[in-house]
């Protein structure tokens, strides 16, 4: 009997154990689980941002073919393609940045969430611009 006592107190130490490691896991994010709240949430938007330039510069390419009017191609620019990063960076950190097991909310931070998404795509079509023009 010494020994299945030894035994089982082994056993129910190490489900402790894996207990506590299935806990640790459960308390990370599934996105970029090792990085900080902050670091996350800036490479989310900018991300998102990122994405937007790209379909910034479709309709860039859609206004020289004709396909889009310069007051459409401003309105995108300037208010509709941020709106669609900021709220697809939102989407995005509350889907896979928040844990499985987490007390409260995790911080989005949607102040600067919008200033990174509301500066890179017309920033993006600024230099684009500026490329533009420096080669011809």
Request: hydrophobic share 55%; glycine share 12%; with cysteine.
């Amino acid at each position: 009997p010494a020994v299945e006592l030894e035994l089982a107190r082994r056993m129910a130490d190490e489900a402790d154990r894996h207990g506590h490691q299935a806990e640790l896991l459960a308390q990370r994010p599934v996105l970029l689980p090792t990085w900080s709240p902050l670091a996350r949430a800036v490479a989310v938007y900018a991300g998102c941002g990122a994405a937007a330039g790209v379909l910034m510069l479709m309709l860039v390419l859609a206004s020289g073919v004709g396909l889009v009017d310069g007051f459409t191609l401003g309105a995108w620019i300037c208010a509709g393609l941020p709106a669609v990063a900021f709220f697809g960076g939102y989407l995005v950190l509350g889907r896979w940045g928040r844990p499985a097991m987490v007390a409260g909310t995790p911080p989005r931070y949607l102040p600067l969430g919008f200033l990174i998404c509301f500066l890179l795509v017309p920033m993006a079509y600024c230099a684009y611009l500026l490329l533009v023009r420096g080669l011809r």
